[in-house]
């Protein structure tokens, strides 16, 4: 007949009438306690630390996190948490640097441009342009309540380079250029179900 062991923490009854006796004894007690609970299979503390991580790692690995930036799934915050546990610090619309050869733009005024080649090669610029995954969907680690509100939009500035009008190639000139730097995460404001019917009845009017 097989007879059920409960275990008790090591130093569970020790204390008499409330307070803890002299730390020789506790010495003692740990010193012969150890032993046999090693020899009979009980869990002490470095085992059961050995087994808190190992049930981390198996629930890490059971079911695969779905990386934040999946517009078609929920994720919530105790998930976001986990992801950032196991892969540190993220952004929420992340992007990365490339090296684009541009052989037309726009200006500051919007108007087109050619940019000139050097060398018979073309100029080239670095760009940080968003992830496609991420590009105009919504951002990453943000709170549930909003997330729908949010979007990772591509941000631009200017460079320098030498450009000159369409058709007037012996008119060259310095000047600045659209180029991609940075991805950002925009919110938006809600918009009340009333107004949105308002708006798409307007829009339907003449």
Avoid at 51 to 59: I, N
Avoid at 62 to 81: G, N, R, T
Avoid at 119 to 142: A, G, H, M, W
Avoid at 171 to 197: Q, T
Wanted: hydrophobic share 35%; glycine share 4%.
């Amino acid at each position: 007949m097989a007879v059920a062991i409960r275990w008790r923490p090591p130093f569970e009854g020790l204390r008499i009438k409330g307070r803890w006796p002299p730390a020789s004894l506790i010495v003692l007690f740990v010193a012969a306690w150890l032993p046999a609970a090693v020899a009979a299979g009980l869990p002490t503390n470095s085992t059961l630390m050995l087994h808190r991580r190992a049930l981390r790692k198996a629930r890490s690995t059971e079911k695969p996190l779905v990386p934040p930036w999946d517009p078609y799934v929920k994720i919530s915050v105790k998930e976001m948490q986990e992801y950032l546990v196991l892969h540190g610090t993220q952004d929420c619309c992340p992007s990365t640097n490339i090296t684009t050869p541009i052989t037309n733009g726009k200006d500051r005024d919007k108007n087109s441009v050619v940019v000139m080649k050097m060398s018979d090669s073309p100029q080239i610029f670095y760009e940080l342009v968003c992830l496609p995954e991420v590009l105009n969907k919504p951002c990453r680690f943000t709170d549930p309540r909003v997330r729908n509100q949010t979007r990772c939009v591509q941000k631009h500035s200017y460079s320098y380079a030498m450009v000159h009008n369409e058709g007037d190639e012996h008119h060259p000139r310095l000047d600045y250029i659209h180029v991609r730097m940075g991805c950002a995460c925009e919110v938006s404001p809600k918009i009340p179900k009333n107004n949105k019917r308002r708006h798409h009845h307007k829009g339907n009017v003449g």
